[in-house]
Every structure is written in C-alpha cells, then in structure tokens.
C-alpha cells in the first residue's frame, strides 16, 4: 500500500451505482472515502431498475452486495440525507461544508429490522394522503408524531433502540385556519401553547392542571419515571390529600424530573383519566433543556424554582432500587 | 418465568373499570390498564391503579377465627363451619328463623350475593338479608321505581360525554366516580353547559358554568324552584308529557308554589344562579343528571330521587342517549347486589317475595317453601338487635361498625347478639364483635360477575390462588348451606350458579360467561340469549308503562342545627379512601394522602371559634363525640361542617343520626345538628 495515501481523503458526490463503485475502489486502495448522498439512502437510480442492459442481469443482484460492502467498510463514511453545499480550498486541500438533514435516527444504533415503517396510525385520527415519506425522511408537514414508531423500535431492539424523537412543527399553526386552530390534536395543541404569551399560557395550564385528581397515573406509566420517595410524595412539596395537588408545582416537578429522558412516548397522556395535554408539555420540552419547563409553563414563585432546581442538582435520581 | 395478565374488574366504586392484574409467577404485581375497556378506556383512578395494594397485606385473615374465652382462636374450617351451622340451627329452632338477620355485600359477585340470598330464604327461612345498598341508593331504588319502574341508571356512562346539559346534583363526581368525571369534563370540552348544585365547593365545581350552594337538605326545594321557572318559561315538553307520562297537573300545582323568592329563601341559593340553572336544563336539547349520595342520604331520599325523575321528564330528557336520571353507584357491585335480591322484600331481578307467582318460582326451583313477608332492613335488624327479637346476624364482607349511623348503637346491637359471624378478607372493626370469623378471598382469588353503576354485567377473574386458609365467599356459603342439611347447593364453580340466576331472573336470562368471555358489553335487561343488552332504558316506554309525576313537598331535614347544636355536619368521602377502608387503609400510596380524617369548617366559623387550621377540635352531637383536625377551607359554607366517614379514629358516623326516610328507610347521613369546641374549653 502506498504510504503516501494515508492521510489523505476523498470526497465523493452521489450515491448511486457510480459513486458506490468509486468510493469502493477508492477506500480499496486505502483512501478514507467520504460518501455523500441527499436522499436518505444510496442505492440512486440502479436500485429502481429491474434488468441492466445488455446483459439482462438483476440489477439489484449487482448492487446490494455493493451497498452493504460500502456501508460495512471501515474506510467510507457515508453521510445519507446530506446536500453539500460549498467547496473552498484547493488541490489537496479543500474544505467541503455538507449539510446534514435530520432524521430522527442514530445510524449508530439502526439494525435497519424496519420494525418502525410496519406500525400504523391510530384509526381515530383521519389524515388526507401520506403521513410520512419514509421513516427517516418524515414529511413533516403530516407527522402527527403518535410515536408509534419510535415505540416499535424501542420493543424491537430493547438494549439498543435508534429512534429519537421526532419533530413537532408539522401542520404549521399560523398557516391553519382559525378553526382548526383550537383543537386539541397534540401538535397543533403545542405550537398554540407555543405562541401564547406568557399570560395566556399560565392561564391556560392553571385551567388545566387544575383538572388533576392526583392518580399518578402519568408516573405510574412513565417509562422514564424512577420510582422511590420523589417531591410528589414528600408533603414539604405537595400537600397531601388535596385535588387538585398544588397547580401547577406537582405536574413541574414530574415534567422537569424527566425533562433530561422522556422519549415522548405520549402515554402519560393516554392514561390521564382527565385528559390534560401532557404530551404537549414533552413536545415543548423535548429539544430544550429540562429547565425550559419554567418557561412551558410559567407562574411558579422563583423561590420555589430555585429550591427545585437545587434540590434535583443534589438528587438527580432519588431513592433508586435498580435491584428490586 | 411466567408472566399473566388477568382482565378482571376494579374492587372499588360502581364505574366498574376493567384492569389487568399483571401476575409473575402466581404473585400479583401490579395493575395495568385496560386500553379496550369502553369506561376506563386504559385510563384508571389511584385508587384502580393501587387496587392490588392490600392483597397480600399482612393482616389478612388467614385461618377460621373463633372466640373462646373473650379471645380469638385459629381454628380449622371443619370447627368453624360447625360452631356456625350448628349455632345457627339451635337459634333457628328455639327462636324461629326471623330472629337471625344477614347481611350480603356490594363487595362480592352477583353470584355470592345469590347465594347469600338463597341461604337466607332457603336454608334460614328468612327475608332478613340486606345489604348495604340500604345506606347509599334504597331510595333510588324505590323512587325511581316508582317514576319509571325500573330503579337504576338510565343510560350508560359512555353517553354522558355527549350531553348539552350536565346537571350534578349530590355527586362529588371527580373524587367518587373519576371516571364518570373525566366524561363529564369531556362533555364541558364540546360545549356542555355543567350545572353543579352541592353544599360544598367540590373540585367539579372549579369546572361547573354555575355552582348553586344550597343548604343540605333542600333538594326538593331546589329543584321545585328550577321546575317552576322551567314551567313558567315555557320550556317543559308538553308532547312528551302529554304522551308518557302521568300525574302531571297535581304535580304542576304543587311545583306553582314554589316561587324563586321563597326557593332562594329556604335553599340560600342566589337568584341568578337558579335563574341560569334552569334556563340551561330546560333549554338543552340532551341533558343529563347525575346524582348520588347527596340526594338519596336523607329522610327525604325518595322525595329528592323521584324530584330528580320529574325534572327529567318535565323536559322530555328520557329514553333518549346522553340524557336521562342517573344515580351512581358507590359500590362496584351494589348494582348487582341489589339485582340478585341480596334486599329483604324481593328475590332476583326485584322479583316481589310478597307476589305469588316469584314466590312459586323460586319455591319450585328450590324445592322449600319461603317466607312471605318483606324482612328487616339494616338499620332494622340493628335496632332489632338492641331490642333483643334478633339473636343472631351473619355478616358478610360489610363494615357496619363503621358505615352506619351512630355507631355507638350499633356497637351496642351488635354486642347484644347471641351469635356473630363475620365473613371478611381483614379482621374489620365488626370482625371485633363476632364469635366466629371465616377467612374470605379477595377480589383477585375468584371468579365471578359484578354490576357496574350503569347495568353493565362484567367479568372479575381469578389471578392467584387463595392466601392463607381463605375460601371464596361462594364456597363458604356452599359448604356451610350443606352443613345445615341444603341438598339444594352443589355447585361446581361460580359459572354453575350463573346458570341458576339465569334461569329465576328474566332481566339477566341472556347473560352467560361465555358470552362476556368473549367481549361482549352487556348490560341488563338482557332477557335471551341473542339479545345484545341494554344500554338505554326507558326507550319508547317506560317499564313501569307511563312515567309518573309526584307532587312533592320540601320537607326539613329530621335534625336540624339550634342554638346547642348550631353547626350542620354532613357527611362524605374523600378521594383517596374507599368507604371503612378496610382495604384502602392498608394500599401505603393511598394511606399516605389521606392518613386520617378532618372537619372542614368555614374561615368564619373557624376564627369566631378561635380555631386554627390543623388544630384539634371536638365535634359532638346528640349522640356521640369525636376529637378531630380542623380544616379551614371555604369548601364549606358558614355553619357547615363536612368530616369524611372512612376514619375509625374519628369516624364521622359517631354522630349522624338514625333518622330514617319513612318508606326506603335510608339514614339521613346528609344532616344531623353537631357542635364544635376546642378540646381544654369542653363545652
């Protein structure tokens, strides 16, 4: 091998037959090959083929061991549903800036199982033509993030899942009529939520926190949640016996105390036997840090907040009994 | 390892949600909801989500128990089953089998309380069996009967989330009945108009478009005065009045004496506010009521019941979805309790025992011959009792000691009693007064049926098997029935005496465990096989033929406040506590919310008493004193006190009364006249 090529990288442009082929050979001989692809996966044209002329051979027979071998080499890092979008430099040394779209997956961690594109939608919801183009490349524009799929990822491959959260601006509230603008349908609910000031959303939560009869239910489902003797239980937090339990502290001190992992499955939500837009608060949260919860939803005296985030400073996960 | 999940019922109140019981290993451990449930609908209360929390509590009982020199010893089923048959028979022998009382319990199945019913008129010989539906719905039962002819809720729970007009009367629906609440607030979410009449500010009233606070005990003033307003506005349906009802012109000129003045005057209800409650429900074109505890709890029970049944016929709101008259159920099986006869005056399906014909069927189908007259009812038995004409009482699963009024009398009739068997899964304050006690299962360790508030007959199954010594209520009835010489009761399995109840009741003839087994919602009447159930009453014609309007009178409480006894006490639950909590009390989740009770009391009253919030007070009535923590909330208005029953260590019931509704003969827990001092000053 030559010495000389050890350091030295390429970059190529297109992920189909060609560029497959290409960064093959290349990282054959020793070139670390950078991949670049703007659809969420390489493959291109050949892939839609069913004969290649002139031979009439399977066209997928030729190309599948090549893509595998080319995402399995160590030496090509593919970057799929990525854009480059400006070159700088010179022979030998440029600087290419690429663009990486979103996905909603860890490529590290995806088994490529496609347990996530078989889950359906719950039946109650109607949506005109296609929820999503694909599970990676979700249309956002009609995602109504049930989170079915991430769940199914999450059951399928229990130690090492690769969904993470999709996005909620999907149906963007200011472009809805005003009509549709007051449901409760948890996307749309959320960028209200997220549009109010911070008045009207005090307001808001006040009327429905208030709604709470204190079942732990959303604990109780909670993925996420770790049990033991937390604030809610403690009666120098919450007072006991009283419905509803201090608004909004109690349901600050649950969203806040999983702000850092809840995978937004929305459950604590189904099982709210009161129906309070739960899911809403962890879609807000879900790109924020967990002390964005203060913002979400406002009204708590600083004093208090202050003791909160201390206090979960000091404890970050009390009374944890991994072995029960 | 293996793991189950057992689709069962909730023990707690009458919305009759389903849950899995999730079973390691034959140990439960821990409850999950049932998504497909039409009433939960994969979304329980505290109390559904801890239901398994008392199970394996320690102090349940394990082996028989029997009092032998003041002290209770374990002893073999084989002694116990004896001691309680043979003791039985002598006083049965020398007293005559009306001196021997039975209580059955909302707590077990529909086919348990058959049984204890049979027991009772079969083996006995007497229609002495009651159960606790005599201090919560008798007079639903009996005042709904008499408007329309059939004594239970209307409509399905389900329904309610479609109502324009949701009027809550005596229902503290959001801490008793979750899961008829969250409908309720979904019904509020589309629109509905919810009207909340309660004495006390409870949590649905943060929601209700109008709270009318009326003085407890004048229900029938209250909803006189809305009829009035409804009549005078014109908004009564006079097709529907003209077509199935009757009774209507004596009943409107009673409702013509009850002006808005004099209505605001005795309830204390504002003006406006009854003004507004009447033009929401008279105008709706769905409305609902819901009621519980609040109207039936009073000397007037079936006075305020068949008030509720007039207002809903005055403006057509009958047999019609998301409307109708519908009390809730405290108990998740008092509905099936009361419709297996476990009452002292009709066998099954409310089969009269005083008519011939149900008695030659039930006499035919036993092959005995049953007494004839209506029985005693529970707080008759208790003063019989005290009396000394009842000898004996066999009390299964219910807590009278607690849930009765003025428990001092009660502990007195009970200690009076030649002989006691308690039947229970804990050892209750009752279970202190017997001299034999028999180890019952718990709702986890047997199969069965139970009645939801709605009619909705459900499966409850068996998760693990017995703990300790303990026996199925039905097997213990099987085998002491035998002892006592019944060749009358072999069955194999709860299934075996479904088939029996299927054959004596018309109103259950199509219900089967097969077809629960296999997913079917049936509520009762479900007269065949192919019949799909029940869930709206009342459709094109009322059971009983027309509906019929009652002229009713307000009438006073039986005990009101004076200047000794200046405060009204009324009596109730909380969220977190279910009834003498002898189950509740021992779930840690629940006891740590509510550990012990308290008297709510009006910042007015409390600063005129120089009472501090948390201090502890004395309330006393006529007949009995409890020491007590004060909690100052405007809940309450000036002059009302509100303790909850559940707590045996200041329990409520100490101080109620033991007036009676004349014809339900329900106690008037709702009112009774108390006062409040600081414990150094014993005034």
Redesign the interface.
Known sequence: MNRENEHKSVLVIGGGIAGIQASLDLANMGFKVYLVEKTPSIGGRMAQLDKTFPTNDCAMCILAPKMIEASQHPNIELLTYSEVEGVSGEEGNFHVKVKRKATHVDWDKCTGCGECTQTELDGSKEFEGEIWVDRIKIDETSCVQCGECTQACVEENKERHAMTNVAFERRRFVELPPEEREGREPEILAQRVALMDEESRADFWQKELSKCIKCFGCCDVCPVWIYGETELEDPEWIAPGEIPPAVPLFHIIRAYRIGDSCINCGMCEETCPVDIPLRTIHHLMQRQPPESIFEIIPGLDPETKNKLVERVKERPVVGTEISK | MNCDLVLTVCPFCGCGCQFYLEVLDGEITGVV?C?TDEV?G?????K??NAAGFIYHRDRLKSPLVRRNGKFEETSWDEALEIVSGRLSEIKQLQGADSIGILSSAKCTNEENFLMMKFARAVIGTNNVDHCARLCHASTVLGLVNSFGSGAMTNSIPEIEGAGCIFVIGSNT??QH??V??RV??AK?RGAKLIVADPRRI?LV??ADVHLQHRPGTDVCLLNGIMNLILSWNLADNDFIAGRTEGFEEFKRKVGEYSPEKVCQITGVDRAALEKAARWYGEAEKASILYAMGITQHTTGTDNVESCANLAMLTGNVGRKSTGVNPLRGQNNVQGACDMGALPNVYSGYQSVRDEASRGKFEKAWGVELPQEPGLTVTEMIDAALEGSLKAMYIMGENPVLSDPDVNHVRKALSELDFLVVQDCFLSDTAEFAHVVLPACSFAEKEGTFTATDRRVQRGRKAIGPIGDSKPDWVIITELARRMGSTQFNYESPQAIMEEIVNLTPSYGGISYERLDSGEVLAWPCPSKEHPGTKLLHEEIFARGKGRFFAIDYEQPAELPDEEYPFILTTGR???QFHTGTMTRRVP?LE????TGFVELNPEDAARLSIVQGEKVQVKSRRGEIEIKAFVTDRVSPGVVFIPFHFAECAANELTSRNLDPEAKIPEFKVCAVKIYKGDKHG
């Open positions: 909801p998504k939960s994969g979304q329980l209360c505290i559904g989500r959001m801490e979750p899961l609440s969250s607030l979904r979410e949590p943060e929601f909380v969220m977190f989740a740590r919310e509510a550990s």
